[in-house]
């Protein structure tokens, strides 16, 4: 279904029953078909609400930067919410996503009852390490418009980041290139350049106001976001971390099964 917000039109996916509903918030390239390997199992407990976020999927990419700052867009997915007369939500973000997630669950707060982070992180706690970061994704952003989508995809499966995946079948990796090539040039330049990681708010600041239940997700081969996991359990009230092993950045793709039964636990208060 598609729904407009602030003129913007949104494609969201919604299925499954149960409340409160799941809200699931793909990361960095990506967008609803993200969590598809997962909407049975967990929609048989749940509702599921699979937004594409702006720049990204089938919404809309808007030429104007303001759209795509990470607090105009956690306005917009309040805005969603409202359309389809959600009031309480689960929360599940990846990635992009789970600073998104957070996002709102620091500006939303009695609407979050859960929050899922996977391999997320609340910003760069500092002003240069946030500026040093907005000149490398304005750089990667120059690179999307001059070489264009298929270039970038070749450039960004190579990152350290992603390592992890070249040991996962070939038809797995195959599916999630043809989903990344199917975004456009001004949405995920924008998106680098209006929600990416230093142009966000750092929320370090502010992880302690958090009054829902918080699960942070790291995979064992992911260091960096290990150690971010573990600053952030500093200041959580009520924080559960779960290192899920053999996996690297992307738990959700590298180990689905096990990812997926974490989610369905946390949510039915086993973990």
Same mark, same amino acid.
């Given at each position: 279904?598609?729904? @407009?917000?602030?003129? $913007? #039109?949104?494609?969201?996916?919604?299925?499954?029953?149960?409340?409160?509903?799941?809200?699931?918030?793909?990361?960095?390239?990506?967008?609803?078909? @993200?969590?598809?390997?997962?909407?049975? =199992?967990?929609?048989?407990?749940?509702?599921?609400?699979?937004?594409?976020?702006?720049?990204?999927?089938?919404?809309?990419?808007?030429?104007?930067?303001?759209?795509?700052?990470?607090?105009?867009?956690?306005?917009?997915?309040?805005?969603?919410?409202?359309?389809?007369?959600?009031?309480?939500?689960?929360?599940?973000?990846?990635?992009?996503?789970?600073?998104?997630?957070?996002?709102? =669950?620091?500006?939303?707060?009695?609407?979050?009852?859960?929050?899922?982070?996977?391999?997320?992180?609340?910003?760069?706690? @500092?002003?240069?390490?946030?500026?040093?970061? #907005?000149?490398?994704?304005?750089?990667?952003?120059?690179?999307?418009?001059?070489?264009?989508?298929?270039?970038?995809?070749?450039?960004?499966?190579?990152?350290?980041?992603?390592?992890?995946?070249?040991?996962?079948?070939?038809?797995?990796?195959?599916?999630? #290139?043809?989903?990344?090539?199917?975004?456009?040039?001004?949405?995920?330049?924008?998106?680098?350049?209006?929600?990416?990681?230093?142009?966000?708010?750092?929320?370090?600041?502010?992880?302690?106001?958090?009054?829902?239940?918080?699960?942070?997700?790291?995979?064992?081969?992911?260091?960096?976001?290990?150690? $971010?996991?573990?600053?952030?359990?500093?200041?959580?009230?009520?924080?559960?971390?779960?290192?899920?092993?053999?996996?690297?950045?992307?738990?959700?793709?590298?180990?689905?099964?096990?990812?997926?039964?974490?989610?369905?636990?946390?949510?039915?208060?086993?973990?």
């Amino acid at each position: 279904m598609d729904v @407009t917000i602030d003129g $913007i #039109r949104y494609h969201v996916e919604v299925c499954g029953e149960g409340a409160p509903p799941l809200v699931l918030l793909h990361g960095f390239t990506g967008d609803a078909s @993200t969590w598809k390997p997962f909407y049975d =199992a967990w929609g048989k407990h749940t509702t599921l609400i699979a937004p594409d976020i702006i720049g990204h999927g089938k919404t809309e990419s808007p030429k104007g930067l303001p759209h795509y700052q990470i607090e105009s867009v956690a306005h917009d997915l309040e805005g969603i919410l409202d359309e389809l007369g959600v009031n309480e939500i689960d929360l599940l973000g990846y990635s992009m996503g789970g600073r998104l997630a957070l996002t709102f =669950a620091l500006l939303f707060p009695n609407r979050v009852r859960k929050l899922i982070l996977e391999s997320a992180s609340p910003g760069l706690a @500092t002003d240069e390490e946030r500026e040093l970061r #907005r000149m490398k994704d304005a750089e990667l952003a120059q690179f999307i418009k001059e070489h264009g989508i298929k270039s970038f995809v070749e450039y960004w499966e190579e990152i350290p980041l992603f390592s992890s995946m070249k040991r996962l079948p070939t038809s797995t990796n195959d599916s999630i #290139r043809s989903q990344r090539l199917s975004n456009n040039t001004i949405g995920l330049s924008n998106s680098l350049l209006g929600m990416g990681t230093g142009s966000q708010p750092s929320w370090w600041g502010q992880l302690y106001q958090l009054a829902c239940e918080v699960l942070l997700l790291t995979g064992g081969q992911d260091k960096k976001f290990c150690g $971010i996991a573990e600053g952030m359990m500093k200041a959580l009230k009520k924080g559960d971390w779960l290192v899920v092993e053999n996996s690297g950045h992307t738990i959700h793709v590298e180990e689905r099964e096990k990812f997926g039964t974490i989610v369905s636990d946390f949510l039915s208060k086993k973990i």
